[in-house]
């Protein structure tokens, strides 16, 4: 997985560089490295180096030099090199993406874009904790052209009102520098960026925030979902100050009363004339919104969601998931062209509903799971005048009327007729999700492939399902690439996948197959060869040879969720380490046999580790050996899970059912590690 130097530096000497290096010609467009934890800022160098430079003997040299110099720059992370050997100029490309690339020095490979992609237009660097404040900078001060840029990490699973803190504590990292606030404050006046992803970047504060706002004057989209030491007041700042905002995504932040205020108010911006001075007003940001997600702002009351909603007359994505939306907010909205409309486990009835429905006929995407009031006709809060006119129409029929459905969530309220009123709508349906609430007969979802033949991804919760059913989808729908069933009841067996699903990469079975062996794992491995992430919850028959069977006919799996599933663990997980692309490991109540230096033996080894769960049941010496700041590798997240002790008289009783006390977490941004004691069971 790894180009050392020391390979490419024999490569060199024997020219065998076409064996190391990335195949860009002058036609290239877009480059797309992500993923690679082979990447170095030596084979990137080598890559857009002219190939005199690698053929003539003369010049080899300064090529080794600077690829031994990149070496300590890549250990000690130190300053690169004011100047570099002369680099090809491939002005065609306008996208990089260098997402999961563990082993690349990014400010060298920041020295080498601004040389060789001078139209440089779209930088995606998701996943990267050593994208820090410096580099930032360095890359606003090099890559002038530079207006979409996509920074994402990994969500806190310490999110303020989600979790119960017991305690915590913050150490910060023997690297950090100053705020991105004082390193940009001195430099620059603004930037080319309309487009800016921070989402799950916990580092971020108030005060980079509104040097955010000064640096980027033409912002259009900003994604700050999961920055979770912003406060109200930081939004509604940094609103107040880029007025050609189109999308803002802020969920669990604490997007609140302030930032409403700041998108609901009118700006008043003095113009100067020849001998005067006039006010000119501008309408509210609220009102030039295409996208708002706010899902989970617990500081949003009813009285300030109706206040906002009913001005976004412009949006065509929204999100209200997990809010204190009502009946009156929907009513309120006077918007005709929305296409996704997210309101999950919100109280809102279906007579609210159908007034979206009614005037948004473009609507694509609706998410309406969890929501209760559904199996009602009116809410609790509602425009008594609306609703009556509104209370004998099935929301179910409009759909089916009116819209042309690509994905869809539902769950209270959903039954058989519902089911048939919505056909028409769901003809090109890509992605259903059925949840609590939701009573489909089993010849309803028998039907499912017939009526929905182009849906790649199914999720199903609480439902009746059986062998005919699952087979019924497994045959029918050959490229379908996600399934999930979740504590649903029935009878099913191994034989519902003996048919070949090529483009199956997501296989979820939670509380559904408690009849599974080793064999039949061999047999999903068989038919579902090609499954990059597996969720088996309550699989108690599976033992040791399980994990032994899921590496090796699933080797590039880059997430494995393993839970009371038997005696997995019991012999430890070594068989793991030689899927080399996992991403994300959760293993709990699988056998005590995990290594108290799992976590330190995985990050090593699994150079795309970002996220490990665990449980202190399952450790064999009864605790794990906790990383540090620096010896983290590539970690984002851990968890690990403890229980109460067992009543004394049950001690010796395996049956006895294990409950939850706390969990620890370690979370790591590009500054600190946070180590929190919860609660909840993470």
């Not at 904790?129 to 990490?153: A, G, I, W």
């Not at 150490?171 to 705020?179: A, L, Q």
């Not at 799996?557 to 996992?582: D, R």
Request: proline share 4%.
């Amino acid at each position: 997985m790894k180009v050392p130097p020391a390979q490419i530096l024999d490569a060199l000497e024997h020219a065998h560089m076409g064996n190391v290096r990335l195949r860009l010609t002058e036609y290239s467009k877009k480059i797309d490295l992500s993923g690679c934890p082979q990447i170095n800022s030596a084979l990137l160098l080598l890559s857009l180096l002219p190939n005199s430079y690698v053929m003539e003997p003369s010049l080899k040299k300064s090529v080794r030099e600077t690829i031994v110099s990149l070496e300590r720059f890549n250990k000690n992370q130190s300053q690169v090199p004011q100047s570099l050997l002369p680099i090809l100029s491939l002005k065609a490309v306008e996208e990089v993406d260098i997402s999961k690339c563990p082993s690349l020095h990014l400010e060298a490979a920041i020295e080498c874009f601004s040389i060789s992609f001078p139209c440089l237009k779209k930088v995606k660097a998701s996943y990267l904790l050593n994208f820090k404040q410096r580099t930032f900078h360095k890359l606003l001060e090099k890559c002038l052209l530079v207006d979409e840029l996509d920074l994402t990490v990994d969500s806190t699973p310490l999110i303020p009102g989600q979790v119960t803190v017991m305690s915590s504590s913050v150490v910060t990292s023997p690297s950090s520098t100053f705020p991105y606030a004082r390193v940009l404050d001195s430099l620059f006046t603004n930037s080319n960026i309309t487009s800016l992803t921070l989402e799950g970047r916990s580092e971020i504060k108030d005060l980079d925030l509104q040097h955010v706002s000064k640096l980027c004057a033409t912002l259009h989209h900003l994604n700050l979902k999961g920055c979770v030491s912003v406060t109200d007041a930081g939004i509604s700042d940094l609103l107040w100050r880029c007025a050609q905002l189109s999308s803002l995504l802020v969920c669990n932040t604490s997007f609140g009363l302030n930032s409403v205020s700041a998108l609901c108010s009118s700006t008043i911006t003095i113009v100067a004339s020849s001998d005067s001075y006039t006010e000119q007003r501008d309408c509210p940001l609220a009102c030039k919104l295409q996208a708002l997600h706010m899902g989970g702002c617990k500081g949003v009351n009813e009285r300030s969601l109706l206040e906002l909603i009913s001005r976004t007359k412009t949006l065509r994505d929204l999100c209200l998931r997990d809010t204190d939306l009502m009946d009156t907010a929907l009513y309120s909205f006077p918007g005709f062209s929305l296409e996704t409309l997210d309101v999950s486990n919100t109280v809102i009835s279906r007579a609210s509903l159908v007034h979206i429905v009614r005037a948004n006929p473009m609507l694509k995407s609706l998410k309406v799971r969890g929501c209760s009031n559904l199996i009602q006709q009116e809410g609790i809060t509602r425009k008594s005048e609306l609703a009556s006119s509104y209370s004998i129409v099935d929301v179910y029929a409009e759909l089916g009327e009116r819209c042309m459905l690509e994905e869809i969530s539902l769950g209270w309220g959903f039954t058989c007729s519902s089911f048939q009123a919505l056909k028409p709508a769901i003809a090109s349906l890509k992605s259903l999700t059925i949840g609590l609430g939701a009573s489909l007969s089993e010849d309803t979802l028998r039907q499912l492939p017939v009526t929905c033949p182009m849906l790649d991804v199914i999720v199903l919760y609480f439902q009746l399902i059986s062998d005919d059913i699952i087979a019924s989808i497994t045959t029918s729908l050959r490229h379908l690439q996600t399934l999930a069933l979740s504590y649903c009841l029935g009878d099913m067996s191994v034989s519902s996948f003996r048919p070949s699903l090529p483009h199956l990469t997501n296989l979820r079975l939670e509380r559904v197959a408690p009849w599974m062996t080793n064999n039949d794992l061999a047999v999903l491995t068989q038919n579902c060869a090609n499954i990059r992430e597996l969720t088996l919850v309550g699989c108690r028959l599976l033992d040791a040879d399980s994990l032994q069977a899921i590496s090796s006919g699933w080797s590039g799996l880059t997430s494995i969720h393993l839970e009371e599933c038997g005696e997995v663990t019991e012999n430890g997980v070594s068989p793991l380490f030689s899927c080399i692309a996992l991403e994300d490991i959760l293993l709990r109540h699988n056998g005590s046999g995990i290594s108290k230096d799992f976590i330190l033996d995985a990050a090593a080894k699994l150079p795309m580790l970002r996220k490990v769960s665990l449980d202190l049941c399952d450790a064999r010496e009864g605790d794990y050996d906790i990383p540090d700041y620096a010896g983290r590798c590539f970690l984002s997240s851990v968890k690990i899970a403890r229980c109460k002790s067992p009543p004394k008289f049950c001690a010796n009783l395996k049956s006895f059912g294990k409950v939850h006390k706390e969990t620890l977490a370690l979370v790591w941004n590009s500054e600190s590690l946070t180590r929190a004691v919860v609660k909840e069971r993470l």
